[in-house]
C-alpha cells in the first residue's frame, strides 16, 4: 500500500518520522530530552506525544514537491508499536542515558531516520527498494525498568547459541535498563500454563554459554494462544522473548494479535533460531556457524576412514530438512568432499550423468569418494521404495525418512551386485552431536547482538517483531516476513555454481528435463525482475 509520509506525518505526528528532511517535530523531542528533562531523572516524559505515525504494511515515501511517481521506489515494511493500539502510553528517557558503558559512544541512540536496506546491490536507475527499521536503542522507551517483568521461552529442536541469547536477554535487561524481574518458562510454549517458572538474574545464567542446548528446557507444539495470553496476563509479564524457529515465530505472531486485542500493554520479541539456516531475509541463523565448523570433523572423518581402505565410500549426513545450507558451506569449508546432495537439488541414480557413474569414476581416479548428503535430499526416491506414510512431528514437520541408510544401501547394491565391485561403505550421521554443542566465538557474538537488539526494541515499545542482520545490519523486521517462505538455496546464484565447481560433481540436470526447465524458468525471472542474489 503506497503512501505518503510527508502528508500522514502532518495528520497524525510521529516520534520517529521517516523522512528526507529533518521535522520540526524531530527537533521538538530532542529540545526536550535534552533542555527540558533531566536525562538522569526517572519521571515520565508525559508532555510528549507519541510522534510515529506507525501502520503495519508496507509504506512508500513521498515528497510532496515531487511527482508522486517519482519517488524514489523507497518502501518501509514497518513493525508494529504498542501505540498503535495503545496511544495514551507514558514515555520515558532511556535509562542508557545515565550508563557508563555508553557514556564514550559518540551516538549512543538510533536515529529514527535509520534503516536498513534490504537489496544493497543495485543498477543505476533502481528504485531504492524495501527497507526495514534499524536495530538499537532509542532515546525514549514505554517502559519503566522497575515495572517491567519479562519472560523468556525457548521452542523447538536444539542448537548451538541459545544458551548464549537466554543469557544475553538476561544480562541486556539488568545491566543496561535495570530489569529485575525475569521469568524463565520452561519447557516451550506449554510451559507458560503447565509448568513453574523460574527466576532469572544474571548470577542464574552466568555460565549457562558453556553449556550445549537450552537451559530452560524446549518442546514442540503445545501452542495455545488463549491459554498462554491468559497466563501472560495472569502473571502481570509485559515483555515477551520468544526464540524459536518458523512455527515458533507463528505462534509469537500470535501471541501478539492477541495481545492487541485484548489491549495489553505487551511486547513481544521473536529471535529466529534455526540450525538449517532456513529463515528468510536475515543474513543467517544463530548456530549455522558452529554447526558448519562441527560438521567438519564429521567429514574429516568419512574422508580418513575412506582413504585408508580400498575402494572407500564414505557419506556424512547433515542437517537440512527443506534447505540444504550447512551441507553446502560444510562442502566448500572441507575440500574432501567429491559430491554434495542438496534437497533443492534433485538428483538421479542411474544412467549417464547419475550418481552411480560419477562414484564409479570418483573411485577409479581417487580410490574413494566423500559425499555429503543433506537429511532432506532424495526423500522421494526413500519413500517411494519402502511406501512411506506422510507423518508429522508436533510441530506440523514432515518426519524425514533416513535418505543417508537409504542412499548407503544403493550404492552397496548397485557396486557388489551389479558391477560386481567390492566397496567399502562408511556412514556417518552426527545430526545430534552437532544440535547439542555449544556455541563457537562468532556465534556467541552474534547471539549477543541479536539478544539486545531484541531487548531494545521491546523497551522502546515495538512488539510483534523478530530481529536479525539483514546486509550485517541488524534490523526489526516484521515476522511474518520471516515466515512467509522459508530461505533455500537458490541453484540458479554463484554460490551454488562455487560448490560445482569445488567439487566438479554432475549437476544432474541431464536426463531431468522438468528440473532444467524449472532452473531455466528461474533464470528467465531472476533476469526479468532485475534481482541480484549473487554472494
Partial sequence: MAISLSSSLSRNPSPFPLSTTPSPHNFQIHRLLSSSLNPYSNSKISSIRPLIWRHNHSIRAQDQNRNPVDNGGFVLEDIPHLTNFLPDLPLYPNPLHKSQAYAIVKKTFVSPEDVVAHDIVVQKDSPRGLHFRRAGPREIVYFKSEEVRACIVTCGGLCPGINTVIREIVCGLNYMYGVDDILGIEGGYR?????????????????????????????????????????????????????????????????????????????????????????AVIDKSFGFDTAVEEAQRAINAAHVEVESVENGIGIVKLMGRYSGFIAMFATLASRDVDCCLIPESPFYLEGRGGLFEFIEQKLKENRHVVIVLAEGAGQEYVAQSIHAVDERDASGNRLLLDAGLWLTQQIKDHFTKVQKMAVNMKYIDPTYMIR????????????????????????????????????????????????????????????WARLLASTNQPSFLQGNGAMQETLERETIDTINNMKSTSI
Fill in 436 to 495: 547439542a554443542i555449544p556455541s563457537n566465538a562468532s556465534d556467541n557474538i552474534y547471539c549477543t547482538l541479536l539478544a539486545q537488539s531484541a531487548v531494545h526494541g521491546a523497551m522502546a515499545g515495538y512488539t510483534g517483531f523478530t530481529v536479525g542482520p539483514v546486509n550485517s545490519r541488524h534490523a526489526y523486521i516484521p515476522i511474518a516476513r520471516v515466515t512467509a517462505s522459508p530461505n533455500t538455496v537458490k541453484l540458479t546464484d554463484r554460490m
Fill in 191 to 279: 510451559g507458560f500454563y503447565s509448568k513453574n517458572t523460574m527466576k532469572l538474574n544474571p548470577k542464574v545464567v552466568n555460565d549457562i554459554h558453556k553449556r550445549g542446548g537450552t537451559f530452560l528446557q524446549t518442546s514442540r507444539g503445545g501452542h495455545d494462544t488463549n491459554k498462554i495470553v491468559d497466563n501472560i496476563e495472569d502473571r502481570g509479564i509485559n515483555q515477551v522473548y520468544i526464540i524459536g524457529g518458523d512455527g515458533t515465530q507463528k505462534g509469537a505472531s500470535a501471541i501478539s494479535k492477541e495481545v492487541e486485542k485484548r489491549g495489553l500493554p505487551v511486547a513481544v520479541a521473536g529471535i529466529p533460531k534455526t540450525i538449517d539456516n532456513d529463515i
